[in-house]
């Protein structure tokens, strides 16, 4: 779909289309495209505009992400689809490793995203393995034991409830990023940055550039 760059719902709409891709490409899951109506909802009550607050926790998570040992950021399928170059560069710039944790179980589509990651410029990125964490029993419980499972800080955008309260109970500590602010992980994490995707990340890069003096 052709969205002339003067249509009031420019943004959105390309948002939508990239989302919708992603479901063509076999890297987001059919249940990412209502996830993705969810978060927009809620976007378009905030005026799809990052609020003084949302900066405030993007600022925190730059810190927390910097002064981490064993940072990693946790990719799946909404977030491959919506910000794969900016995930790469962020993952670049703290250094933290990428991990593919999906909710929706399917071994093809945890490689695509890994293989969409590296096509984006990623050098390594991390699939589960039959290494668990704890307190959890959802497919999100296989994590790399080089990755998640010995993090100590975890960046989780666009997450379910469950996870997060687990990573926390693993003793990590966790970022999310989440339209909703209502949701279990916004309400459990550690840092909780209430910003659409994709614009927190853009952001996030733009702050450790800062904290890194570059
Ligand atoms: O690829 P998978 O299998 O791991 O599945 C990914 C989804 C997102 C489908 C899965 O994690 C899921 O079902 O998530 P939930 O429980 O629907 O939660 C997703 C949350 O993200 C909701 O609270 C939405 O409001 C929020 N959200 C959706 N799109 C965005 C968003 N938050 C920020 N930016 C968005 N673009």
Do not use: C, D, M, W
């Given at each position: 779909m052709s969205v002339p760059k003067s249509h009031p719902r420019y943004a959105s709409l390309m948002t939508r289309e990239k989302i919708a891709d992603g479901v063509k490409k076999g890297i987001t899951s059919m249940h990412g495209l209502i996830a993705h109506g969810r978060g927009e909802a809620f976007d378009y009550m905030i005026g799809e505009k990052t609020t003084k607050t949302a900066e405030k926790s993007i600022d925190a998570a730059?810190?927390?992400?910097?002064?981490?040992?064993?940072?990693?950021?946790?990719?799946?399928?909404?977030?491959?689809?919506?910000?794969?170059?900016?995930?790469?560069?962020?993952?670049?710039?703290?250094?933290?490793?990428?991990?593919?944790?999906?909710?929706?179980?399917?071994?093809?589509?945890?490689?695509?995203?890994?293989?969409?990651?590296?096509?984006?410029?990623a050098k390594e990125v991390l699939l589960p393995e039959k290494t668990k964490i704890k307190y959890l029993d959802s497919n999100r419980r296989y994590v790399n034991k080089e990755g998640i499972y010995r993090a100590d800080v975890v960046f989780v955008p666009l997450e379910d409830g469950d996870r997060t309260e687990a990573l926390i109970k693993n003793r990590k500590k966790v970022i999310v990023v989440d339209l909703n602010p209502m949701s279990r992980s916004a309400q459990k994490a550690t840092i909780t940055i209430v910003d659409n995707i994709t614009r927190a990340v853009p952001l996030l890069v733009k702050k450790i550039l800062e904290e890194k003096g570059l």
């Open positions: 730059a810190k927390l992400l910097l002064a981490a040992k064993n940072p990693v950021i946790s990719v799946n399928g909404n977030v491959a689809a919506l910000v794969p170059k900016e995930l790469v560069q962020l993952a670049k710039l703290i250094p933290a490793k990428l991990e593919v944790n999906t909710f929706h179980f399917s071994k093809q589509r945890e490689r695509k995203i890994k293989n969409y990651l590296i096509k984006n410029g």
